[in-house]
Nanobody, 127 residues
């Protein structure tokens, strides 16, 4: 059984930094991808950062390029998102997601590709 548990997040002023982590259990091998999605009130869930576990190749939503960094620690089975130069529009619940690459029929950036989700952690950026 795959479980994803986020931690971190919180509140920060505009221009500040926050880190969130996702501890993954139950994933086997290395042929899977993980991602961070976010959802603001009344908005659709959007993907912000993506990583393929085997290669470590990363992709970002244009709105966070240069400000957010996704990384993974295979030994700790943990996914990270370092966020800097935060803006009020980054305020959202941030979700960790995972999927085996063989099951990702809609591609890396599509939320429907991901079978496993964490419960989310709130990030609030005040102006």
């Amino acid at each position: 059984q795959v479980q994803l548990v986020e931690s971190g997040g919180g509140s920060v002023q505009s221009g500040g930094s926050l880190n969130v982590s996702c501890s993954a259990t139950g994933l086997t091998g290395v042929d899977y991808a993980m991602a961070w999605f976010r959802q603001a009130p009344l908005e659709e869930r959007e993907g912000v950062a993506f990583i393929t576990w085997r290669s470590g190749i990363t992709h970002y939503h244009d709105s966070v390029k240069g400000r957010f960094t996704i990384s993974r620690d295979h030994a700790r089975s943990t996914l990270y998102l370092q966020m800097s130069s935060l803006k009020p529009e980054d305020t959202a619940i941030y979700y960790c997601a995972a999927a085996y690459t063989r099951e990702m029929t809609m591609g890396l950036r599509d939320a429907s590709s991901y079978r496993y989700w964490g419960q989310g952690t709130q990030v609030t950026v005040s102006s």
